[in-house]
């Protein structure tokens, strides 16, 4: 099989895995490597349903000897297979990164034979990308569930991010839909990760040489709609999941059917929008000084598809409004609709120099389509004197004509072009060969239509810039 097919196959296979994103590690360029990596500077733009693009993002091999139920690649599929050698992603890494396509890698795979096999493979690509070739950027690698924690151990020396997906929400929905795998072996590696970066930070206080450990920190992410778990339930996981593992991220990823199963919800569409409430719920905790059990409850288990979760919140929380724009406290203004950090920063830094009112806060593009129900400038509201909870929900529901819609990267793309990029360019241009004079080869004009969006990255820095602007959420 040519390299070109095996790309088009295992990178469009790693596109439903979304466990990555901004790299969180900051590694100068040395003398006798090639590569650094930049915490802003791997997935500087994101789709709008967080998904990054700009890594090479592929899977070793999509040939799984697992059978979950969600997965297309799983063994029972009738699905093309493919699996790169070493050698081969060593050299599209190197390649795709010398000509910046990329800022790093993303490696994930299938199990092939074992989930030791399959580790020992992807530490074999770490190890020669890092000792042989001198790569200095960024390395994010799978840990397989279940692999020897000695292996683990190894990929934490070699990679800058490490991640376990977690997959399903509960340990019963673990068994129904991913038999394969336990829970166990899908908690041990990321509480032996956790212990490992908190052991070498310990050692760095007191040896600054001392070695790295996943510097960029762990990520997970779990399905969401292919079980029956409430976003209570995940919402209390992916809380529980930051505070005992310091998970950089837990990511959400709408369930996409693509297999016929009937332990399988019947869905026409991947719930996108779902995913994006509790996308919104992980920056409120994250950020934004609120807990999971502020958000929801077991009267109110799910989040309402039509308000964002600081609206429903604030809606439900008349007593702490309204918020007087110029005496309250930083965390009470971070509490307001249409109020976010940078805005809360501005009004707090602005108001040490004079009393402001709606007109400072439309210049500092404060939303007060949403924040006015909720504050008062010297004591007056902007314009609807004590709203009710009904009425502020009937003024900020959107309209029938322009429903809230979370995009969909791969429907926009299916529609649009059935396959990946990778495919419209020409292979020969694709890797264009050395000339005799060593001139380095040019970036190559893409090909593909203004809609469709690459999912492995894209070919020309002013292509990216405006499929950043696009996308920038
Ligand atoms: S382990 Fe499960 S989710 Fe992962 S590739 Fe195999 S079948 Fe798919």
Same mark, same amino acid.
């Given at each position: 099989m040519q390299l070109l097919d095996k790309l088009t196959i295992l990178a469009d296979a790693a %596109? !439903? $895995?979304? /466990?990555?994103?901004? /790299? @969180?590690s900051t590694r100068k360029g040395e003398a006798g490597t090639i590569g650094s990596a930049a915490k802003s500077g791997i997935c500087h733009s994101f789709t709008a349903d967080g998904r990054c693009i700009s890594l090479l993002k592929i899977l070793m091999t999509n040939n799984c000897i697992y059978d979950c139920a969600?997965? &297309? =690649?799983?063994? /029972?599929n009738d699905t093309p297979r493919a699996m790169f050698t070493i050698d081969e992603i060593v050299q599209l890494t190197m390649d795709f990164y010398r000509r910046n396509y990329i800022e790093g890698l993303f490696l994930s795979s299938a199990v092939i034979a074992s989930p030791d096999y399959t580790m020992e493979l992807l530490i074999q690509v770490a190890q020669k990308l890092r !000792? %042989?070739? %001198? *790569?200095?950027g960024y390395l994010h690698l799978k840990a397989i569930p279940g692999a020897n924690p000695a292996l683990i151990e190894q990929a934490g020396h070699l990679a800058d991010r490490l991640s376990i997906n977690l997959e399903l929400p509960s340990e019963q929905s673990l068994n129904l839909l991913a038999p394969d795998k336990t829970r166990t072996n899908l908690l041990l590696p990321m509480h032996q990760i956790h212990r490992g970066i908190l052991e070498r930070q310990q050692e760095r206080a007191l040896m600054k040489k001392a070695p790295l450990f996943v510097p960029a920190g762990q990520t997970t992410q779990m399905i969401v709609g292919a079980s029956g778990e409430s976003d209570l339930q995940i919402l209390r996981l992916s809380s529980a999941l930051y505070k005992k593992f310091s998970m950089k991220r837990v990511y959400f990823s709408a369930y996409v059917p693509l297999n016929t199963d009937s332990r399988l919800p019947q869905i026409a569409k991947p719930p996108m929008l779902r995913e994006n409430r509790l996308y919104q719920a992980d920056w409120l905790m994250r950020f934004? @000084? *609120?807990d999971a059990a502020e958000l929801l409850d077991?009267? =109110? #288990? =799910? *989040? +309402? #598809? $039509?308000? +964002?979760p600081k609206i429903i919140w604030a809606v439900r929380h008349p007593e702490v409004f309204p918020v007087e724009i110029n005496s309250a406290p930083y965390q009470q203004l971070l509490r307001? #609709? @249409? &109020? @976010?950090i940078r805005c809360a920063q501005r009004i707090v830094s602005a108001r040490r120099t004079g009393r402001l009112d709606f007109e400072d806060l439309i210049h500092m593009k404060v939303s007060l389509k949403r924040a006015q129900y909720f504050i008062t400038c010297k004591g007056k509201y902007y314009r609807i004197q004590n709203p009710e909870p009904d009425m502020i929900l009937r003024a900020l529901k959107p309209s029938a004509r322009s429903p809230y819609e979370q995009l969909n990267l791969f429907d926009d793309w299916q529609t649009v072009q059935p396959k990946t990029n990778i495919e419209l360019l020409d292979a020969d241009a694709y890797f264009p060969k050395q000339t005799a004079t060593g001139t380095a080869p040019q970036p190559i004009a893409c090909t593909r239509q203004a809609t469709c969006l690459p999912p492995v990255f894209s070919s020309s820095l002013s292509e990216r810039s405006r499929i950043d602007e696009r996308l920038s959420v």
């Open positions: %596109k !439903y $895995d979304v /466990s990555c994103s901004s /790299s @969180g969600y997965c &297309l =690649n799983r063994r /029972s !000792y %042989k070739e %001198k *790569f200095h934004y @000084g *609120f077991e009267a =109110n #288990p =799910n *989040f +309402d #598809p $039509d308000y +964002d307001v #609709p @249409g &109020l @976010g």
